[in-house]
């Protein structure tokens, strides 16, 4: 998987119109997640940049999160399987951020799953239910490579 993950990427695909619909609106949620995690993680105040508060260690795995956002949805336009498996990854990250954080903080269960933004994390849900949607599943595993 991984010696050919990388291979034929096209660097003006960013998106495929032949992906399922859970498929295609979950590449957009990943690029818009994407852009204000990164957006958050500059100015510190997403739970990425409160990463980067804690330790320039803990910063460095906020910024790999960010990036798996967008780097998943690229892969994933350009018909790379690896590419599902970053962003089925990164649409977890938050939630592990929010773990992370809360062996340097005080957190409640509630505020490490939902990060205290019921609406923002209506969207993690709706990133991770898309992805592991079975027809995002059966799509990844027949015609992903």
Not at 54 to 67: D, E, N, R, T, Y
Request: proline share 3%; net charge positive.
């Amino acid at each position: 998987m991984f010696s050919h993950a990388f291979n034929n990427l096209d660097p003006r695909k960013w998106f495929d119109n032949m992906h399922p619909q859970t498929l295609a609106i979950a590449t957009w949620l990943l690029y818009l997640d994407g852009v204000f995690g990164i957006i958050g993680y500059l100015d510190r105040t997403n739970d990425f940049g409160i990463l980067r508060r804690i330790s320039p260690v803990m910063g460095v795995i906020g910024l790999v999160a960010c990036l798996g956002y967008f780097g998943g949805a690229y892969l994933m336009a350009n018909g790379k399987k690896l590419g599902w498996y970053v962003a089925v990854g990164a649409s977890f990250s938050p939630i592990v951020a929010r773990l992370l954080i809360s062996f340097e903080y005080s957190l409640t269960l509630r505020t490490i799953i939902t990060g205290g933004d019921l609406i923002g994390f209506m969207f993690e849900a709706a990133l991770a239910g898309l992805l592991l949607h079975p027809m995002s599943r059966s799509y990844a595993r027949t015609w992903l490579r």
